[in-house]
């Protein structure tokens, strides 16, 4: 069981917008800034797309966007378009004892 | 730009032992820690283990300690992973990262992972 917990699927059309969510614990979301978001393409290198909550790398698109509210942070996909369809993993700073936690991951389907 | 490049993984027997390597270009390479993350079957992402820049210091998960070793030779732009006593719930596909921050000035933002490699194989079982 994975530290902090995301739905295991969500799904949009092309062009609509959707939210993931990663409940974790005061402990780790709710205690840190640190919270970054990745993206899985089965085959490829995982992708960074979100840190300090809500910061972008530079080359990822405007349309991922971050947030927190307490112990919940969200990854936010807006104008879905069909290669955004990939495992999406949250993972948060945890303290100086556990350091790192994951979510178990949430499998976006672009209809 | 860049590049991480692992390699090593292979099918072993419990209680066995692997060393999996990782190669990096693109940035100075010795400025940075690396972590290896890895993904079991059907599960999610588990962050390994984290070495400093300098080799010097590691963390680990509480999973692998005592059983798995992480090195890095900054000469030659590589980290190891010495895997030592091999369970069949180490199987996974093991991916080095390099964190995000330089290791002189993170925090807790040493655990935010900006570069990843394909990913390589380890597979135990007899």
């Known amino acids: 069981q994975s530290a902090l917990t995301q739905p295991r699927s969500v799904s949009g059309s092309p062009g609509q917008s959707v939210t993931i969510s990663c409940t974790g614990t005061s402990s780790d979301v709710g205690a840190y800034k640190y919270v970054s978001w990745y993206q899985l393409h089965p085959g490829k290198a995982p992708k960074l797309m979100i840190y300090d909550v809500s910061k972008r790398p530079s080359g990822v698109p405007d349309r991922f966007s971050g947030s927190k509210s307490g112990n919940t942070a969200s990854l936010t996909i807006s104008g879905l378009q069909a290669d955004d369809e990939a495992d999406y993993y949250c993972c948060s700073y945890a303290g100086s004892y556990t350091l790192v936690v994951f979510g178990g991951g949430t499998k976006l389907t672009v209809l | 730009e860049v590049q991480l490049l692992e390699s090593g993984g292979d099918l072993v027997q419990p209680g066995g032992s692997l060393r999996l390597s990782c190669a990096a270009s693109?940035?100075?390479?010795?400025?940075?820690?690396m972590s290896w993350v890895r993904r079991a079957p059907g599960k999610g992402l588990e962050w390994v283990a984290t070495?400093?820049?300098?080799?010097?210091?590691?963390f680990s998960a509480d999973s692998v300690k005592g059983r798995f070793t992480f090195s890095r030779d900054n000469s030659k732009n590589t980290m190891f992973l010495q895997m030592n006593t091999l369970r069949a719930d180490d199987t996974a596909v093991y991916y080095c990262?390099?964190?995000?921050?330089?290791?002189?000035?993170?925090?807790?933002?040493?655990?935010?992972?900006?570069?990843w490699g394909q990913g390589t194989l380890v597979t135990v079982s007899s």
């Open positions: 990262a390099k964190n995000l921050v330089p290791w002189a000035y993170c925090g807790g933002d040493c655990y935010i992972f900006d570069s």
């Open positions: 693109g940035f100075t390479f010795s400025t940075y820690a």
């Open positions: 070495i400093s820049g300098s080799g010097g210091t590691t």
